[in-house]
């Protein structure tokens, strides 16, 4: 999202578009839902979120499906978090064969 210390995950998208010169496809959404949009000929999904709860600037990679991923799931500010998109991605078959979540830690703001 483009509010408050959701930025982060956006900041990065610009950084990596400029560092990066490869096909990659680099999209930014202002709601979870909206990556169900961007997983048409997706092989590979990289999600990059501010996560509180975790240490500020701390970074913290999983793998969909894991466990720790499950267990902090909720909606978020959001109201339909990325959890809940990854499940119906998988519901409707649209995830690729490999999805990581990097998580960016942000302070309770």
Known sequence: SPHGADQV???????????????TKYIKVANPIDVLDCLG??????????VHGLTANAIQCWT???EQIMDGADGGSHGF?????????GEL????????IIGIGVEQG
Request: glycine share 4%.
């Open 9 to 23: 995950g956006w900041t990065v998208v610009d950084r990596l578009k400029v560092r990066r010169r490869d096909e």
């Open 93 to 100: 078959l649209l995830l690729p064969k490999r999805v990581m």
């Open 64 to 66: 969909w499906s894991n």
């Open 41 to 50: 000929e997706c092989e590979e999904l990289i999600l990059v979120d501010a």
């Open 81 to 89: 978090g990325i959890v809940q998109v990854l499940e119906l991605a």
